[in-house]
């Protein structure tokens, strides 16, 4: 009996090829292949960041602060539509304005417990109207805090203390040129890859 395509997670080969699928909960481990999923960074009606804490339970990075959410396509689902599907999932709203911002990120990182995380994730940037943000409700099983945080609070964050943050979070901001997140800063969250690198 095959698995149901929601719980199978996309590999890739070493030039970013589809290459087959595995069961999601198969994947990450001390031996992680390399696999297709996303990142997400939520801007609010006001501007601000969505900022979460991984759950507890989440085998890799658990209680980490991080981007809004992240996820993985199912085998041929586009992945703006993953993005979409995956705010439902983990935030219980639904983003829109859903644009590339970091469409070639890729990263491999291992945690204190030797799980590897080495995904090809290209990071969208999406909104949350005022209904939706004020809706939000994360499933616990996989954000245990949530806060909203200006862009520039968020920066120093960033500066100040980053070893509280996840590494792919953490790898992801510093590909942002400062005009992008002027952009972010002056669009409140309508800005997308313009100045952003590769």
């Known amino acids: 009996?095959?698995?149901?395509?929601?719980?199978?997670?996309?590999l890739l080969d070493a030039e970013r090829r589809p290459a087959g699928t595995a069961p999601r909960e198969s994947v990450h481990g001390t031996s992680t292949p390399l696999h297709l999923?996303?990142?997400?960074?939520?801007?609010?009606?006001d501007g601000r960041f969505l900022l979460t804490r991984r759950a507890l339970s989440k085998r890799s990075w658990p209680g980490v602060w991080t981007n809004s959410f992240c996820g993985h396509p199912r085998p041929g689902e586009e992945l703006a539509a993953a993005v979409v599907r995956g705010s439902?999932?983990?935030?219980?709203?639904?983003?829109?304005?859903?644009?590339?911002?970091?469409?070639?990120?890729?990263y491999c990182a291992v945690d204190a417990a030797g799980i590897v995380e080495n995904e090809v994730c290209p990071v969208f940037l999406a909104r949350l109207d005022a209904d939706e943000a004020a809706e939000l409700a994360p499933h616990p099983d996989e954000v245990a805090e949530h806060v909203w945080v200006s862009l520039a609070d968020l920066r120093s964050a960033?500066?100040?203390?980053?070893?509280?943050?996840?590494p792919w979070f953490r790898k992801q901001a510093a590909l942002l040129d400062d005009a992008t997140w002027a952009a972010l800063e002056s669009d409140r969250g309508n800005a997308a890859s313009e100045g952003a690198a590769a």
Do not use: N, Q
Request: aromatic content about 8%; charged content about 15%.
């Open 1 to 10: 009996m095959h698995p149901h395509p929601a719980d199978l997670v996309v």
């Open 88 to 106: 439902r999932t983990e935030l219980g709203v639904t983003v829109t304005e859903v644009k590339p911002l970091l469409p070639d990120f890729a």
């Open 37 to 45: 999923a996303y990142s997400c960074w939520v801007i609010g009606p």
């Open 158 to 166: 960033l500066d100040v203390a980053p070893w509280s943050l996840s």
